[in-house]
Nanobody, 123 residues
């Protein structure tokens, strides 16, 4: 499975961006998909996740109410709509996918990772 993330960029505080992550290869292996982010000097942290069916979504408290995760299984793509961006949202955003079960909140639960896309929010 290969993941290709796109959509990052520079935006002013209060603005919006939409990240996309397209999966290719053995996509039938994928169950849940998620987004993580890593700011300079910090550990990679959970942002959002969505189950295979799309019926259940999960968010970090810091983005709840501002970010929305969705997926289009026909296109093997997951999206992260980010509204009300803040300077503290600045980070490299990584999409991830997994075929396993268990908690969606931890990086070691995901076996497939994209290359990351940089989001910079200016104040």
């Amino acid at each position: 499975v290969q993941l290709q993330a796109s959509g990052g960029g520079l935006v002013q505080a209060g603005g919006s961006l939409r990240l996309s992550c397209a999966a290719s290869g053995l996509t039938f292996r994928i169950n849940d998909m998620g987004w993580f982010r890593q700011a300079p000097g910090k550990e990679r942290e959970f942002v959002a996740a969505i189950t295979r069916s799309g019926d259940s979504t999960y968010y970090a408290d810091s983005v709840k109410g501002r970010f929305t995760i969705s997926r289009d299984n026909a296109k093997n793509t997951v999206y992260l709509q980010m509204n009300g961006l803040k300077p503290e949202d600045t980070a490299v955003y990584y999409c991830a996918a997994r075929s396993s079960r268990g908690s969606l909140y931890y990086t070691n639960a995901y076996g497939y990772w994209g290359q990351g896309t940089l989001v910079t929010v200016s104040s």
